[in-house]
């Protein structure tokens, strides 16, 4: 295996002309810095919950994803340093989307800032009256542009055809709704609300499918569904207990990042942990790299 890529929480080996490893590390970043401390469990979290959505959704969308399996990946490349173990995904290699392509069903983050000044979505309108966590009236494919460096652009749905062309945009909102669609019901039944998510999307051969991470804390947005009031942020399953510290340790937002405290990255570990037993209805020490 050859490493080509490392980005802020994913490495990336190349396999052979078709196949790669990618490797969902515990590292924790905020504003494109990567902290000192990991988060342990993080990426066995990530990569867990992405393979528990990629089956659920296997029989309406195609993925990218060969195998989790440790042994089976070791049998393809060869070497599977055990640490990789609940980490590491083989997948198919892709042409990429040049799209982030978000799905929101609740008014929040960037969406919430641009409907606040312009009352718009992505520069598409929207009616009057909403306040933050609203339920939009149907949930709304939302692409931006993926940035190589910095941070990425909300678009319009007219522009983002121009960057793809028409009929791929549709597949790909096609695609994109499947998936948002069947998680949030999934999760509505365990008390969970999503309210907005991530998807990228790449071609296989011919096949525009998903890659990359599914519905997991990191791209997602979820919520307590009995925890949610109109007009405030509620909590939510992710690195919230992260940020809250990082809002109050008065960082400039560039490097060198501050030391981030022990019961910081304790609590923010028992989130991703809880995720992963709510949106998969099982136990972490199950999944593989888990220890009895």
Aim: some cysteine; aromatic content about 8%; overall charge negative.
């Amino acid at each position: 295996m050859t490493p080509f890529y490392t980005g802020k929480v994913r490495d990336l080996y190349r396999v052979d002309a078709e196949h790669v490893v990618m490797v969902a590390s515990d590292r924790l970043s905020a504003f494109d810095v990567v902290m000192k401390e990991p988060v342990p469990d993080k990426g066995r979290v990530l990569t867990g919950i992405t393979h528990y959505w990629v089956r659920e959704v296997a029989s309406r969308v195609g993925s990218a994803l060969v195998s989790c399996d440790p042994d089976l990946i070791a049998e393809r490349v060869g070497e599977f340093p055990p640490e990789w173990a609940g980490r590491a995904m083989l997948v198919r290699e892709a042409r990429m989307l040049p799209l982030e392509c978000i799905v929101r069903g609740r008014l929040a983050g960037q969406a919430y800032e641009e409907y606040a000044a312009r009352g718009t979505v992505h520069g598409e309108p929207v009616r009057k009256g909403f306040q933050l966590t609203d339920p939009f009236d149907e949930p709304r494919f939302t692409p931006s542009t993926k940035a190589d460096s910095g941070h990425d652009v909300n678009i319009s749905l007219a522009e983002a055809s121009t960057l793809v062309g028409p009929e791929t945009l549709e597949r790909a909102r096609e695609i994109c709704l499947t998936l948002f669609n069947h998680a949030a019901s999934r999760l509505s039944e365990r008390g969970v609300i999503l309210a907005d998510t991530k998807f990228e999307l790449g071609w296989v051969d011919d096949d525009l499918v998903v890659c990359d991470e599914v519905v997991t804390p990191d791209s997602s947005r979820l919520w307590p569904a009995n925890e949610v009031r109109s007009g405030q942020v509620p909590p939510s399953f992710d690195k919230q207990p992260f940020r809250d510290w990082l809002d109050g340790a008065g960082w400039n937002r560039t490097p060198p990042p501050p030391p981030v405290p022990a019961a910081v990255i304790d609590e923010t570990a028992r989130r991703y942990r809880e995720a992963y037993a709510v949106v998969t209805g099982g136990s972490l020490t199950d999944w593989y790299g888990g220890v009895e």
